[in-house]
Structures are given as C-alpha cells and as structure tokens.
C-alpha cells in the first residue's frame, strides 16, 4: 500500500524557514508528478507548487520566489523549501503524488506563521 507521510511543520515567525518532507512507500515506481498543496480554514486545498519527474517545476503565484520545490527519486521524496514566510502561508500543508491515473495523499502538516 502506497503513503505519503509529511514532515517538517510547525510554528514559525513571519520572515522565517521551513523545509517539508515527504516520504513515499509501499512503491516500486517513480511517481509522474509530485506536489504540494496547501488548505488555510474557511478555503479551498490550492496547489503550491509540482514538480515532474523530469525535474520541470511550477509554483503559484503567491510562492514565487520564495519556495523551492525539489524531489530525490531515488528515495521517493519530495520537499518543499519555505523562505520569507508570511502569516498567510499559515495552513495545512498536503504531499501529492500521482503515477497514471492513481493519485495519493498525504495525511498533512500544520504550518503556521506568526509572531
């Protein structure tokens, strides 16, 4: 059975760092497409930020130049670096990882920013 199990959450003051974590297993295959989401209260899930298998990296917006997405296939894993946070990336934070039509999802990591 496949998981995803994040890490690497928690409280943080505005203008701070995080680094994610998130570990697949149960897999004898390289996931297509790898990703984080994230879901504030009161808000629909938004993705953050993909990233292909072959290294291709998309984010929103609201992260641009300030998270960086990368991903170790050989360890089925994929991070999420997380600078110059503000209150509004407080959320919960979700793995996402796809091969085919099978998607899977991670149970979540808390973030929140503030002083």
């Known amino acids: 059975q496949v998981q995803l199990v994040e890490s690497g959450g928690g409280l943080v003051q505005p203008g701070g760092s995080l680094r994610l974590s998130c570990v697949a297993s149960?897999?004898?295959?390289?996931?297509?497409?790898m990703a984080w989401y994230r879901q504030a209260p009161g808000k629909q899930r938004e993705l953050v930020a993909h990233?292909?298998?072959?290294?291709?990296?998309n984010y929103a917006d609201s992260v641009k130049g300030r998270f960086i997405i990368s991903r170790d296939n050989a360890k089925n894993t994929v991070y999420l670096q997380m600078n110059s946070l503000r209150p509004e990336d407080s959320a919960v934070y979700y793995c996402?990882?796809?091969?085919?039509?099978?998607?899977?999802w991670g149970q979540g990591t808390q973030v929140t920013v503030s002083s």
């Open positions: 996402y990882a796809n091969r085919c039509a099978d998607i899977y």
């Open positions: 149960g897999i004898s295959f390289s996931f297509n497409t």
């Open positions: 990233i292909l298998s072959g290294g291709s990296t």
